[in-house]
């Protein structure tokens, strides 16, 4: 009987270093990475990529399964949309896209282990690791679908779905460049089980101004610039931008129009195929 113990110990220790089902997937997404990014932009290597994403696209639909989202295209493609590193949108969240015309509403349904690996990518950019971090913070939002920043300036408090473990939605304003002014993107993230849907609007609410935290913006940026610093103007304006937001996020719950944001925050979460 020793021989049926030995086969029991070496299928364990097969199971116990088998490959987690994401892998087939990374690997082919690595390969492409390393092809594309030293290949010469041309008709036959962009032939070469399209197949190349197309195929990663086919993978995804295989480990996340069929997936409809009210009020978006079901033709669902890679939320990665490039290869080519340095290429703006490069390191997109791994996962299936979906938006509709204009990308006006973008969603992204991945699962927790792409979206592990996906943090651990980003870590010299300065992402939190743990996933509960990562949604409270800018960067998350910044990465995971546009090449344009964002700036996070409060939390909607949504219901959570008996059956999700997570259901975050935040309050925040993208831009190329200055990200300070009146929020209109509304951001809803939720994880089931092993599945992570992430629903961005981008033009979903009209807020506004307020004053008590303009006040704070104006002190920041009028303290001096530590010359010290070789971004001294830029850490002087990150640094008046973190009162200002902490100040917004206070300050939010208090306005007019925030009862109307997290009614549209539930919303977006309404438009997932929670069970």
């Given at each position: 009987m020793k021989w049926l113990a030995l086969l029991c110990l070496s299928?364990?220790?097969?199971?116990?270093?088998?490959?987690?089902?994401?892998?087939?997937?990374l690997d082919l997404r690595d390969r492409?990475?390393?092809?594309?990014?030293k290949a010469t932009e041309n008709d036959e290597t962009t032939k070469q990529h399209d197949a190349a994403i197309n195929e990663l696209t086919g993978?995804?639909?295989?480990?996340?399964?069929?997936?409809?989202i009210?009020?978006?295209?079901?033709?669902?493609?890679?939320?990665?949309?490039?290869?080519?590193?340095?290429?703006s949108g490069f390191g997109h969240l791994d996962g299936l896209g979906f938006a509709t015309e204009g990308d006006k509403i973008q969603a992204v349904v991945t699962t927790t282990g792409l979206l592990k690996h996906w943090l651990?990518?980003?870590?010299?950019?300065g992402m939190p690791q743990e996933i509960d971090a990562a949604f409270k913070s800018d960067s998350f939002y910044y990465?995971?679908?546009?090449?344009?920043?964002?700036?996070?300036y409060a939390e909607l408090p949504i219901t959570k779905p008996a059956s999700a473990s997570v259901a975050v939605a935040v309050l925040g304003l993208r831009g190329n460049g200055d990200i300070k002014g009146?929020?209109?993107?509304?951001?809803?993230?939720?994880i089931q089980g092993e599945k992570v849907y992430f629903v961005a609007a981008s033009d979903a609410i009209k807020t506004g101004t307020i004053p008590a935290c303009e006040a704070v913006w104006k002190q920041g940026m009028?303290?001096?610039?530590?010359?010290?610093?070789?971004?001294?103007d830029m850490t002087r304006e990150d640094n008046a931008m973190t009162a200002f937001t902490q100040c917004f996020a206070r300050a939010a719950p208090s306005q007019t129009w925030f009862a109307a944001a997290v009614k549209k925050a539930q919303a977006q979460l309404d438009m997932l195929p929670l069970r």
């Open positions: 299928l364990f220790a097969a199971s116990a270093n088998a490959a987690p089902p994401e892998q087939h997937y492409g990475i390393a092809k594309f990014s993978v995804l639909r295989g480990l996340i399964g069929p997936v409809t009210k009020g978006l295209p079901a033709d669902a493609k890679s939320n990665v949309d490039t290869l080519y590193k340095g290429d651990a990518e980003h870590r010299k950019d990465a995971a679908i546009q090449d344009s920043a964002f700036g996070k009146a929020p209109t993107e509304i951001d809803v993230i939720v009028a303290k001096p610039i530590d010359k010290k610093d070789p971004r001294g």
